[in-house]
């Protein structure tokens, strides 16, 4: 069974700070992605990694930035938190064996972040 | 631009069949997927379609139709828990998933 674990359900920051969102998968995926996800629209792409300290923009990297260091660990960073920014962060991985990136993607249970 | 249309929502009766469609204007084509999201949880894996036609696992089916740019999710036997956004994703031509807005599935006794 895939797992996907993000390091907070919830969470509150001020404008201005430094944010950090976790997500760790145990099933050896090569490719992770950071999506947010707002009423009346779909999933939007921030960010994804295919490989180790490898990273790809997506639709809206703006105001966000990522980490892959190991394999199994891709954080989201928010530079400078701003308002606009509250919304519900869900991180995905897939298999991705040689680079294929069609695979069916596994969600961890998201993280809603309010911004005050 | 791309674009992925579904219902906002729809309502159905317990032990009923329902239909979700799915309309789908895309760069390319490299499958589509049906993800289940119940409120407030992850999205789950439901189905993956690439080849026309229908593909049933229980009692969801999902049949694509690629000339047409058009893919439904049926669901037959309706239960109380299957109350849940259901998302339409396509992979375009730079396998990256684009999604529709979900469709909010409720269930009446």
């Known amino acids: 069974d895939v797992k996907v674990t993000q390091s907070s359900r919830y969470l509150v920051k001020r404008t201005g700070e430094k944010v950090f969102l976790e997500c760790v998968q145990d099933m050896d995926h090569e490719n992770m992605f950071w999506y947010r996800q707002d009423p009346g629209l779909g999933l939007r792409l921030i960010y994804f990694?295919?490989?180790?300290?490898?990273?790809e923009k997506g639709d809206i990297p703006e105001g966000y930035s990522v980490s892959r260091e190991k394999k199994e660990r891709f954080s989201l960073i928010l530079e400078s938190a701003s308002t606009n920014q509250t919304s519900m962060y869900l991180c995905?991985?897939?298999?991705?064996?040689?680079?294929?990136?069609?695979?069916?993607?596994?969600f961890g249970p998201g993280t809603r972040l309010t911004v005050l | 631009g791309q674009n992925i249309d579904q219902p906002t929502e729809m309502t159905a009766t317990e032990g009923a069949i329902v239909q979700i469609n799915c309309t789908y204007q895309t760069s390319g084509f490299n499958g589509l997927f049906w993800y289940q999201q119940h409120a407030g949880e992850a999205p789950t894996f439901l189905s993956y379609?690439?080849l026309d036609g229908l593909e049933e696992k229980g009692r969801f089916s999902s049949f694509l139709s690629r000339s047409k740019g058009y893919s439904y999710l049926l669901l037959k036997e309706l239960q109380m828990k299957d109350s849940a956004s259901y998302l339409c994703a396509v992979m375009d031509s730079n396998y990256q998933l684009i999604w529709g807005a979900g469709t909010k599935l409720i269930i009446k006794p």
């Open positions: 990694s295919y490989d180790v300290k490898m990273k």
């Open positions: 379609n690439v």
């Open positions: 995905a991985s897939s298999k991705g064996t040689s680079g294929r990136l069609t695979d069916t993607q596994y």
